[in-house]
């Protein structure tokens, strides 16, 4: 076996360091002592890597120690002394093992009181190690098969702050009231991908990442929450909530959440008495089906709403629905049912996403106001330039923003480019569409344009006019593959530059 010392030695300024930085030991059995060899060269910092696979774990390493990364091996065995009496270990790796709980003794960790990075992610524990490092701070155990933590398990980790249990085999039993309640600076807790059907009891009041997606998760209380004031982040994806697992308040304990994760849970309504301060909610992939005028009155402090493929229709969605949401910039509806756009939408919009629905008419009247768009999304709908009505671009045209203005309207039943586009368009697609000509007037209100998708439409060779893109200076973009024939596009000059002195005058033709 072969093991690298990697050390840096900490030597005052002027004064040159003699000791190797390297130092080999070469064993023929597990048991390695390589204090005699290497001893000259770690002063303050070593670290120590494998380069072979290796089964069992070295049973002596260096006293100085500081880091050790054994990860990626088959280690299956670590001995009393591999990582104890280590007064200067910070970190250690043993991820991608094959480590089982009998293979961890409970004084693997004893006299290394420094260490605040231990990862024995992806090997094959069964239960929590008992005797972890009391300073740990960060403590890796994802991918295991982990079933439950013993009691008191994580009582003297009273310095940790991130936790990382997902993609075990928790259950609610497996835990108890008092499995965190001792983890009085844990800002991060993450138990996704587990067997668990309610919410943990005894959370710190300091956790602010909570992530609970993919367990069996059925129901919410409110006492177990009531703990964990500070909670920022709640993530409560792909569990198993449905029409009455999130009742009415069950959140309100949380008065700073921030962000709150419901996607795929089989939710009928947008849930009720949510946190006040709430800025973004996610809920795609839920059953929905109505918003009342009040559903969402309760969070004014909204900025990101998504309710994508839910089963919202038109008819059943109150004009005022998102009037109370002032704060609202980013609001996504793609993959419902809606045959028109909603009204009352709140005027500092920046992101409407609408593609996927069934769109069927475009009025003037639900966009008015919305000077502060930045991005209309009308992909896969059924649009067709008679069912746009007049003016309905002119509510866009005060569209002025930093990023580049987008108009997607691909997938539609479009048969030509709809006229009166708004003027500070920069991004225009229109693939997938039935445009089978572009004639000379198509972008006389979009001057700014700079990229064009017109890819599997009906277009020919000489579909588009040739002084289709006059005046766009600024086009460099011009997309219409996958159409019948290949198109011929030619690009407008760019304004030229005034030559330096004595220097030749570049010469720019049309672009092809």
């Known amino acids: 076996m072969a093991w690298t010392f990697r050390c840096s030695r900490t030597t005052s300024p002027g004064q040159l360091s003699t000791s190797p930085c390297r130092t080999t030991c070469s064993r023929s059995s597990p048991t390695m002592n390589c204090h005699a060899s290497a001893a000259s060269g770690l002063s303050t910092s070593t670290t120590i890597s494998s380069l072979l696979r290796l089964s069992v774990a070295p049973q002596f390493l260096p006293r100085s120690l500081r880091v050790a990364d054994l990860a990626a091996n088959q280690v299956t065995e670590i001995f009393p002394l591999t990582f104890g009496e280590k007064p200067a270990l910070r970190s250690v790796y043993l991820h991608n093992n094959q480590l089982s709980n009998a293979g961890l003794p409970p004084d693997a960790f004893r006299g290394s009181e420094a260490v605040v ?158 946190p006040r301060r709430l800025r973004a909610l996610v809920l795609p992939h839920n059953h929905v089906t109505a918003l009342g005028a009040r559903d969402l009155a309760g969070t004014p402090g909204l900025a990101e709403l998504n309710l994508a493929y839910n089963r919202l229709v038109s008819a059943r969605v109150h004009r005022r629905a998102f009037r109370p949401l002032r704060a609202l910039r980013s609001l996504d509806l793609a993959g419902n049912l809606l045959t028109r756009l909603p009204g009352g939408l709140p005027g500092g919009l920046h992101t409407l996403r609408l593609q996927r629905n069934q769109l069927r008419a475009l009025e003037p009247e639900p966009l008015a106001g919305l000077d502060q768009l930045r991005e209309l999304s009308l992909a896969h709908n059924r649009l067709r330039v008679g069912d746009i009505g007049p003016g309905t671009w002119h509510e866009l045209q005060a569209l002025q923003v930093r990023r580049r203005p987008v108009l997607d309207l691909s997938h539609n039943e479009l048969s030509f480019v709809p006229p009166d586009l708004p003027e500070a368009l920069e991004e225009l697609h229109l693939q997938g569409n039935r445009i089978s000509h572009v004639g000379p007037e198509a972008f006389l209100s979009t001057p700014r344009l700079r990229a064009l998708f017109l890819r599997a439409n009906r277009l020919h060779m000489t579909s588009i006019a040739p002084d289709a893109f006059l005046g766009l200076l600024h086009l460099t973009v011009v997309d219409t593959a996958g159409n019948p024939e290949q198109v011929l596009v030619r690009l407008p000059p760019t304004t030229p530059r005034q030559p330096r002195a004595g220097s030749p005058r570049a010469r720019r033709g049309p672009a092809v």
């Open 117 to 274: 990075i231990l990862s024995l992610s992806s090997n094959r524990l069964s239960y929590l190690p008992p005797s972890l490092p009391p300073s740990l701070e960060r403590l890796h155990l994802q991918n295991n098969l982990i079933s439950k933590v013993p009691r008191g398990a994580l009582s003297r980790q009273t310095h940790l702050r991130e936790l990382y249990l997902q993609h075990n085999q928790l259950t609610d039993s497996g835990l108890d009231a008092t499995t965190f309640s001792k983890l009085h600076h844990l800002e991060y807790l993450d138990l996704s991908h587990n067997r668990l059907a309610s919410v943990p009891a005894g959370l710190p009041r300091t956790l602010a990442v909570l992530h609970l997606g993919r367990n069996r998760i059925r129901g919410v209380e409110a006492a177990r929450l009531r703990g964990a004031r500070g909670l920022r982040y709640l993530l409560l994806q792909h569990n198993q909530l449905g029409a009455t697992g999130l009742p009415a308040g069950a959140l309100r304990p949380l008065r700073g959440l921030h962000t709150l994760h419901l996607y795929g849970n089989g939710l009928d309504r947008v849930p009720l008495a949510l």
